[in-house]
């Protein structure tokens, strides 16, 4: 998965004001989307210097988590991917309404509905409907200069997509870039977005719909695909 770094005050705006505020108690309408093998959330990360950055996480009922990647949940073989992604994997509690995520090291950190760091996120369905276009922005420093990675994903009608990517590297004396598109169709289930590439290729990535209000339901202003977060254009 990417780390995206997104700038602080647009995300911060995006937590007061889309995500709104959150009890430990969730209303029928969430329990429903919940009830499965698995529950899912996504928190809300400070980095380094001024941006933040939001990671889908799905709690397993065996007391497992893991950092939502590329691959769909469903198809994870869970000893092999802690295998290829240790630091990916941990333990969960729920204790007095927050959940308690110890990592591949040990180290333990607390999370709540309502603190503004621990948010549902949803499986897809047909309404709320999705935007047109979303965007992630990831940029990741170098030492002597930065690279930045803008990607979207323009959903043209309910089968057709666009994937395009602009990467860029900057440095006090040059900047360089490359685009790339891709074309084809998608179709999306619960939790996973197959995209069938007009080359032929064929990828299912993980995919999951924020959350806003009290009680929480869905919000598409912001999705997660094969891990990272994209914002809605307006």
């Given at each position: 998965?990417k780390?995206?770094?997104?700038?602080?005050?647009?995300?911060?705006?995006?937590?007061?004001?889309?995500?709104?505020?959150?009890?430990?108690k969730?209303?029928?309408?969430?329990?429903?989307?919940?009830?499965?093998?698995?529950?899912?959330?996504f928190?809300?990360?400070?980095?380094?210097?001024?941006?933040?950055?939001?990671?889908?996480?799905?709690?397993?009922?065996?007391?497992?988590?893991?950092?939502?990647?590329?691959?769909?949940?469903?198809?994870?073989?869970?000893?092999?991917?802690?295998?290829?992604?240790p630091?990916?994997?941990?333990?969960?509690?729920?204790?007095?309404?927050?959940?308690?995520?110890?990592?591949?090291?040990?180290r333990?950190?607390?999370?709540?509905?309502?603190?503004?760091?621990?948010?549902?996120?949803?499986?897809?369905?047909p309404?709320?409907?999705?935007?047109?276009?979303?965007?992630?922005?990831?940029?990741?420093?170098?030492?002597?200069?930065?690279?930045?990675?803008?990607?979207?994903?323009?959903?043209?009608?309910?089968?057709?997509?666009?994937?395009?990517?602009?990467?860029?590297?900057?440095?006090?004396?040059?900047?360089t870039?490359?685009?790339?598109?891709?074309?084809?169709?998608?179709?999306?289930?619960?939790?996973?977005?197959?995209?069938?590439?007009?080359?032929?290729?064929?990828?299912?990535?993980?995919?999951?719909?924020?959350?806003?209000?009290?009680?929480?339901?869905?919000?598409?202003?912001?999705i997660?695909?094969g891990?990272d977060?994209?914002?809605?254009?307006?």
């Amino acid at each position: 998965m990417k780390a995206p770094r997104l700038f602080f005050f647009t995300f911060l705006t995006f937590i007061m004001v889309i995500c709104g505020a959150y009890t430990a108690k969730y209303s029928e309408n969430t329990q429903g989307y919940q009830k499965s093998k698995e529950e899912w959330f996504f928190k809300a990360i400070s980095r380094y210097p001024v941006s933040i950055t939001f990671e889908p996480i799905v709690l397993f009922d065996n007391g497992d988590y893991v950092e939502v990647g590329t691959e769909p949940v469903g198809s994870l073989d869970r000893v092999p991917s802690k295998s290829n992604r240790p630091k990916a994997w941990g333990k969960w509690e729920l204790k007095g309404g927050r959940y308690y995520l110890t990592d591949h090291k040990g180290r333990t950190n607390d999370y709540g509905l309502g603190s503004g760091n621990w948010f549902p996120a949803f499986p897809y369905r047909p309404n709320p409907k999705l935007a047109r276009i979303y965007q992630n922005t990831c940029s990741t420093d170098i030492g002597y200069g930065s690279t930045l990675t803008i990607s979207k994903v323009t959903f043209i009608d309910g089968e057709h997509f666009i994937e395009g990517e602009n990467m860029g590297g900057l440095t006090p004396n040059a900047a360089t870039w490359e685009k790339s598109a891709h074309t084809g169709t998608y179709h999306i289930e619960d939790h996973i977005i197959t995209l069938n590439f007009s080359d032929g290729k064929q990828e299912k990535r993980s995919f999951a719909v924020s959350a806003k209000g009290n009680p929480a339901i869905p919000n598409p202003k912001m999705i997660f695909i094969g891990g990272d977060a994209y914002l809605a254009e307006e």
